[in-house]
């Protein structure tokens, strides 16, 4: 089965979101943070404005991720993941007992297996907003795309990359 893990790409999460999640953690969209939320998102400021508009919810330090990245899992994760889940909604939300968060963190989690569609490796990032009528999420693959160029640096034919890995010859 597929789920959502937390991907970086770089550190920019750790400037961005208080906590960043750590890469590789399953992930939900955590809408439900704001939805349980005293406070009107639209209100929020700084890091919660930033993990309200565009932040996956990481399922092991319950930190915020800006891109998800669709990967394999097996059943007995995937059970696992709902049981944390339920243990969190005890612990931080208010939840009365894990049973009677069991079935709110099942939904949580069967939503954000429902998310993975594509192939293992797509990439999505989540947009939010709030209106009146209440929260609304949109959802972008990110993939990378080769680009064709007439040559490289080096007068060769190819894709253009960012990174390339070259011998280190002493030379400076």
């Known amino acids: 089965m597929k789920f959502l893990r937390t991907a970086r790409l770089d550190d920019s999460d750790d400037h961005v979101y208080s906590p960043a999640a750590v890469a590789g953690e399953p992930a939900v969209t955590g809408t439900f943070v ?10 929020l400021s700084g890091k919660a404005r ?11 330090s319950f930190g915020w991720s800006t891109i998800a990245r669709i990967e394999e899992i097996d059943e007995v994760e995937y059970e696992r993941i709902v049981a944390t889940l339920a243990q969190h909604l005890v612990d931080q939300h208010g ?11 099942r939904q949580e989690i069967e939503y954000a297996a429902s998310l ?10 989540i947009e939010r907003h709030a209106d ?14 080769p680009v064709n160029q007439v040559a490289d640096w080096r007068g ?3 894709e253009i990359r960012i990174w390339d890995m070259f011998p280190d010859d002493g030379a400076r």
């Open 116 to 125: 993975c569609e594509d192939a293992p490796g797509t990439m999505l990032v």
């Open 132 to 145: 009146e009528e209440g929260i609304h999420e949109a959802f972008r693959k990110v993939q990378s795309q």
């Open 50 to 60: 930033q993990a309200f508009r565009s932040g996956f919810l990481g399922l092991n």
């Open 34 to 43: 704001f939805s349980f939320a005293e406070e009107d998102p639209e209100t």
């Open 156 to 158: 060769q034919e190819g």
């Open 95 to 105: 939840a009365p007992s894990v049973d009677e968060a069991l079935p709110f963190a």
